[in-house]
């Protein structure tokens, strides 16, 4: 926590990371509640979109140190300065298992092995999409997304119907077109054979995306379509990527 600027050299909270440090909290809470009763050796997990990697090394100490489980924990981001920093670091402490790669997950070939676990922590726009693909596809048992930056419905939704008040005014149609790609989301899981549990991640003071998508794999299923979410993109004229990307 020091080496990642949560900390002072006295260990105190630095005040400009509160937020992140609250961030943290909740998410090994969230983790805790999640395996409890997991009672493998071992545990797989990607992290997509790491950026600085605060939750990264949280989760791989809780699991290493905490619970005893040995972690594979792969992190995945388009900035070079980040995972160059993140893998000093994981080498300065000895997580062996530990690595971040420079990758485009909308693009690149990911890891080809079995994946027990799936992060995705305001990942950008279309990139939470993508990650939230390849658990689908992927069958990855858990999937934990905190979503941010909803811009593509944003950015195409037209007037058509009941919701047409909530499109006059800019700030309301953000947040709106926001609430509805996640909805969009979580339903499309749900399509998929998840569980999923829409949480607030942490209070709306310490972080205005802080909606969780909680997904845990129940039954493996291959929709074709879903009347709800295509009966209301072709109303108000917008296409979703999570949709268009399963739903042939």
């Known amino acids: ?26 998410f090994v809470e969230i983790l805790n509640d999640a395996f409890k ?14 950026g600085k990697s605060y939750l990264t090394f949280a989760v791989y100490y ?36 530990l690595k971040f790669l420079v990758n485009d997950i909308t693009q690149d070939n990911l890891f080809s092995e079995k994946v027990d676990m799936l992060i995705t922590l305001h990942a950008c726009d279309i990139a939470t999409d993508f990650a939230l693909k390849y658990g689908i596809k992927n069958y990855v048992p858990y999937i934990f997304s905190v979503p941010c930056c909803q811009h593509e419905i944003n950015n195409q939704i037209k007037c058509g119907g009941d919701f047409d008040l ?37 209070d709306f003071a310490h972080s205005p995306k802080n909606i969780m998508l909680r997904c845990k794999l129940n039954q493996k299923k291959s929709p074709t379509k879903n009347v709800l979410i295509n009966d209301i993109m072709e109303k108000y004229n917008f296409k979703q990527t999570l949709y268009n990307e399963l739903y042939k």
């Open 166 to 202: 909530l499109l006059k005014y800019g700030l309301i149609k953000e947040r709106f077109s926001a609430l509805l790609t996640d909805s969009i989301r979580a339903e499309i899981l749900k399509d998929f054979g998840y569980k999923v549990d829409v949480l607030e991640f942490v």
């Open 37 to 50: 009763n997991f009672n493998k050796k071992e545990i797989t997990i990607l992290d997509f979109g790491c």
């Open 62 to 97: 809780y699991f290493a140190k905490i619970k005893n489980i040995k972690p594979k924990i792969i992190g995945y981001d388009i900035k070079e300065d980040v995972v160059n920093f993140c893998n000093t670091l994981s080498n300065k402490y000895g997580y062996e298992n």
């Open 1 to 26: 926590m020091r080496d990642l600027g949560i900390f002072t050299n006295e260990n105190k909270i630095v005040q400009s990371k509160y937020d992140k440090f609250k961030q943290i909290n909740r």
